[in-house]
C-alpha cells in the first residue's frame, strides 16, 4: 500500500513538472515571436538566466492560475454570463502581468494586448499538456477526476450503489424524431448511428407524442415532476392574479415546479440523490446547476449563476469557452450574412443580441452542461436528466434541417460520446438515455407570410387601431371588411368602434399556439359573449388562411372547435376517425385539445395556425421558422433513445402518448436499474441539498472539442 501511495506522488510530480517544462517552453517561443514580450533585462540575458526567468515566469502564472482565478470568478457571478465569457481574456491577462511583476529582477513584460495573448495561449497548451499526461495513465485519470467531483462527499458514501447502475437522461431540446434519424442516417451523428446500427447496436429509437401544448415548459415539467396541468402554452394570461405566465423566467419556473409537486405529491423524478443540470425545473434533485426554477432564490448553494463557478474556476476551461464563444459569435454573423446575400427564404432577422444568445445557448451552456453531467457520472450520481438547448436555439432562426441546424447536431453528438466515454470510468455502470422534450415544424412566420401579426389580426377584428402597415395589407383590408359588415357599417366607411374601457384583448404567442384572453372579465368568455363585443372577431379569425383551427365555450354546446369554414363542431363529438378540423393534424388531436379545455387557465379563444401535411409547414405567430408550440407537424413527435437493457417503452411497441405517460416510463427504468443491483443509497447528506458550485469537475481535458 505504501509503495502504491508513493507509485502515485511520483506520478503526481512528474505530471507537474511535464506541465511547468512545457509551459516554460511555451513562454520562450512567445517571447521570441511577439516584440512586444520580453523575459529579458534591458542588457540582455544569458539563454540559461532567459529560461529560468520563463520557468519563474510559467510557475507563478500557473499557481496564480490555481489560487487566484477561482476567487476571481466566484466574484463574479452575479455578471452575466455572456459578459463574464468576454471578460475571461482581460482577468487572464491580468493575472500574466501579475507574474510576470513577481519575477526576480523585474525582467518580466508585456504590454497588455500581449499579455492577453499569452496567457490564452499558456492556459490551453498547459490544458492540453496535463490532458495527454494524464491519458496516459488510465488510473491517474480516473483518479484526478473522481477526485475532483468527489472532494466534498463525505466519506461513509463514496462506494454506495456502486453494483446498481445509474441512469443519464440527455434531452436534446428540440430535437425531433423524424430529425435524428435523419442526422443518424446520413452520418452526422455518427454515436447515435452506431447505437442503432454499428457494434453497439439495439438501442430502441421511439416516438412519442406531446401534449397541445409542444414546447419545453410543459413538456419538461411532466418529464421530471410529473404533471404539466394547467400549462396552457409557453405563455398565458391569468385571469385570476393578473399575471403573465412565461415558462423561461424563473418566478414563473418556481410557481409550475411548485403546483406541479402540490398536485403529485411528489419531489421529482430526480430526488432522492440525483442531479439536474441545465433545466427549467430541478425534478426534485440535490444537486443543482443552472436550473430556473431555483434562479430567483440567493442562497449561498444556488445563486442563478452559482453553476459557472466550477467550470469558470478554472482559467483553461474559461479561454477554451471564450474563444468558442466568439467564433460561435462570428459563425452565426456570418452564416446570416451568406443568408440575406443568397435572398435565402423562409428567414427572420437574426441581428441585435441574438449572435450573443447563440453563442451562449451552443457554446456557454453546453460546455457547463456537460461537464456537469461528466462530473455527476464520476461521482455516482443515481440518476441524472441534462437539457442541452442548442439546436433548439440555432433550428429557431436557422431551420430544422438547415445547414446551420445540421453543425449542433454534430457537435452535440461529440459531447454525448465524451460522456459515453466518462462513464466508463464511472464507480458505477451507467445506462445513458437520449430524449427531446419535443420537435419543431418549419414554415415561414406568420407576418412574413401575411403582412401583420396574430395580435394586429385580431386588433383590427376588434376594431381597434393597428400600425399602418397592418392596416394596408391585404388581410388587414378583409378584416376590416368583416368587421363593417358584421357591424352592418357601409363598405367606404371607416370602421371606428370605441371598445369598452379596459377591453383591449391580450394576444400571446406560443410558437404556432396563439392565445387571446379579454383581461376585464375573470371568468373564461363564451362564444355568444365575445360575439357580441366583437361581432366579426371569431369569423375573421377562422376564415384567415393561416389559421387552422379556434378553440372556444359555447353557452349551447360547450367548447367548440371552429374549423377554416367557420362551421362549429362540438368538441366532445371529435374522435381521431372524424374528418373535422382536426383531422389533418394526426391521431390524438382531439383528446390533446380536450386537455388542454380542461385547464383552469385556458385562454378565452385558443388559435392554432394552418398545418400542410405535404410539406410539414406552419406559420408561427413568433418570429421563427422553425417553431412549437402547437399542434402540426414533426413538433409534436419527440424521441426516446434507450439501450437494450431498459425495458420498451409501451409494452405492445406503440407510442407513449403526452409528456406524463413518458414521466412514467422514465420512472420505471429508474426502478429496473435499482432492483439490478443492490438498494440504492443516496450519495449525499441527507436531507438533500442544492450545491450548485461543487456538482461537477474543472479537469483541463475534459471540455468536448469546441473548434469543430
Not at 355 to 361: E, K, L, Q, S, V
Not at 426 to 435: D, H, K, N
Not at 596 to 609: Q, R
Request: aromatic fraction near 6%; charge should be neutral; charged fraction near 25%.
Amino acid at each position: 500500500m505504501a509503495e502504491r501511495r508513493w507509485r502515485r506522488a511520483g506520478g503526481a510530480g512528474v505530471r507537474v513538472v511535464t506541465v511547468w517544462a512545457v509551459s516554460s517552453l511555451t513562454m520562450l517561443a512567445l517571447a521570441a515571436l511577439l516584440p512586444d514580450f520580453r523575459l529579458q533585462s534591458d542588457d540582455g540575458d544569458t539563454i540559461t538566466r532567459t529560461a529560468v526567468t520563463a520557468a519563474w515566469g510559467a510557475g507563478v502564472f500557473g499557481l496564480l492560475s490555481a489560487l487566484v482565478w477561482p476567487l476571481v470568478v466566484r466574484a463574479l457571478l452575479l455578471v452575466p454570463a455572456f459578459v463574464l465569457g468576454l471578460l475571461v481574456f482581460f482577468l487572464n491577462g491580468s493575472l500574466l502581468l501579475l507574474a510576470l511583476r513577481l519575477i526576480p529582477d523585474g525582467r518580466g513584460e508585456a504590454d497588455p494586448e500581449n499579455a492577453v495573448v499569452v496567457a490564452a495561449v499558456m492556459s490551453a497548451v498547459a490544458s492540453a499538456t496535463s490532458t495527454a499526461v494524464a491519458v496516459r495513465d488510465d488510473d491517474a485519470y480516473r483518479r484526478r477526476l473522481y477526485r475532483l467531483t468527489d472532494r466534498r462527499r463525505p466519506r461513509s458514501a463514496r462506494g454506495a450503489g456502486a453494483s446498481t447502475p445509474g441512469v443519464v437522461f440527455l434531452q436534446l431540446d428540440g430535437v425531433g424524431h423524424d430529425v435524428l434519424l435523419r442526422a443518424a442516417e446520413d452520418g452526422l451523428m455518427p454515436t447515435v448511428t452506431s447505437w442503432l446500427h454499428g457494434p453497439g447496436a439495439g438501442h430502441r429509437l421511439t416516438p412519442w407524442r406531446t401534449d397541445w401544448s409542444s414546447q419545453t415548459g410543459s413538456s419538461q415539467l411532466a418529464l421530471l415532476h410529473g404533471s404539466n396541468h394547467d400549462v396552457p402554452a409557453f405563455r398565458w394570461y391569468e385571469k385570476d392574479t393578473g399575471q403573465l405566465m412565461v415558462s423561461n423566467r424563473p418566478a414563473s419556473a418556481a410557481e409550475l415546479q411548485r403546483r406541479a409537486v402540490a398536485r403529485t405529491g411528489d419531489p421529482g423524478l430526480l430526488a432522492p440523490g440525483g442531479a439536474s443540470r441545465g433545466n427549467l425545473f430541478s425534478g426534485g434533485a440535490g444537486q443543482l446547476a443552472l436550473v430556473l426554477s431555483v434562479a430567483a432564490r440567493r442562497g449561498r448553494g444556488n445563486r442563478s449563476r452559482a453553476g459557472y463557478f466550477a467550470y469558470f474556476s478554472d482559467p483553461a476551461n474559461a479561454v477554451r469557452t471564450a474563444l468558442s464563444f466568439v467564433a460561435e459569435v462570428a459563425r452565426e454573423i456570418g452564416q446570416s450574412t451568406r443568408a440575406r446575400i443568397r435572398r435565402e427564404t423562409p428567414r427572420v432577422r437574426r441581428g441585435g443580441l441574438y449572435p450573443f444568445i447563440r453563442a451562449f445557448a451552443t457554446v456557454v451552456e453546453r460546455d457547463v452542461v456537460v461537464a456537469a453531467v461528466m462530473g455527476d457520472v464520476l461521482a455516482g450520481r443515481p440518476a441524472v436528466y441534462a437539457d442541452l438547448v442548442a439546436y433548439d436555439e440555432v433550428a429557431h432562426h436557422s431551420g430544422p434541417y438547415s445547414r446551420d441546424a445540421a453543425k449542433v447536431l454534430q457537435r452535440l453528438d461529440r459531447a454525448i460520446a465524451l460522456i459515453a466515454e466518462v462513464a466508463q470510468h464511472a464507480p458505477r455502470p451507467y445506462r445513458i438515455v437520449l430524449l427531446s422534450d419535443h420537435g419543431q415544424s418549419p414554415g415561414e412566420t406568420f407576418r412574413s407570410r401575411y403582412g401583420l401579426t396574430l395580435k394586429d389580426l385580431v386588433r383590427v377584428a376588434c376594431g381597434l387601431p393597428v400600425p399602418r402597415r397592418a392596416r394596408r395589407t391585404q388581410t388587414g383590408a378583409e378584416a376590416r371588411g368583416a368587421l363593417r359588415s358584421a357591424l352592418h357599417r357601409p363598405v367606404e366607411e371607416p370602421a371606428e368602434v370605441r371598445p369598452q374601457r379596459g377591453s383591449d384583448p391580450v394576444v400571446l404567442a406560443s410558437g404556432n399556439l396563439g392565445l387571446i384572453s379579454f383581461p376585464d372579465r375573470p371568468y373564461r368568455l363564451s362564444r355568444e359573449e365575445i360575439d357580441r363585443r366583437h361581432p366579426a372577431l371569431l369569423q375573421t379569425l377562422a376564415r384567415h388562411p393561416g389559421i387552422g383551427f379556434l378553440l372556444v365555450r359555447s353557452e349551447e354546446h360547450g367548447s367548440v372547435v371552429i374549423g377554416p369554414d367557420g362551421e362549429e363542431t362540438p368538441l366532445d363529438d371529435l374522435t381521431d376517425d372524424d374528418a373535422g378540423p382536426l383531422a389533418v393534424f394526426g391521431p390524438g388531436a382531439a383528446d390533446a385539445v380536450r386537455r388542454t379545455d380542461s385547464f383552469p387557465h385556458v385562454a378565452d379563444i385558443m388559435v392554432n395556425s394552418m398545418y400542410e401535411p405535404s410539406t410539414g409547414e406552419v406559420h408561427a405567430f413568433e418570429e421563427q421558422i422553425g417553431s412549437h408550440g402547437g399542434l402540426g407537424g414533426e413538433q409534436s413527435r419527440p424521441f426516446l433513445l434507450s439501450p437494450p437493457t431498459l425495458s420498451t417503452p409501451v409494452e405492445d411497441g406503440g407510442e407513449p402518448v403526452g409528456a406524463e405517460q413518458v414521466h412514467h416510463v422514465l420512472r420505471r427504468w429508474l426502478r429496473e436499474c435499482q432492483r439490478f443491483g443492490e438498494t440504492v443509497r443516496v450519495v449525499q447528506e441527507s436531507p438533500p441539498r442544492p450545491q450548485a458550485e461543487e456538482a461537477f469537475p474543472v479537469s483541463e481535458g475534459l471540455a468536448p472539442d469546441k473548434n469543430g
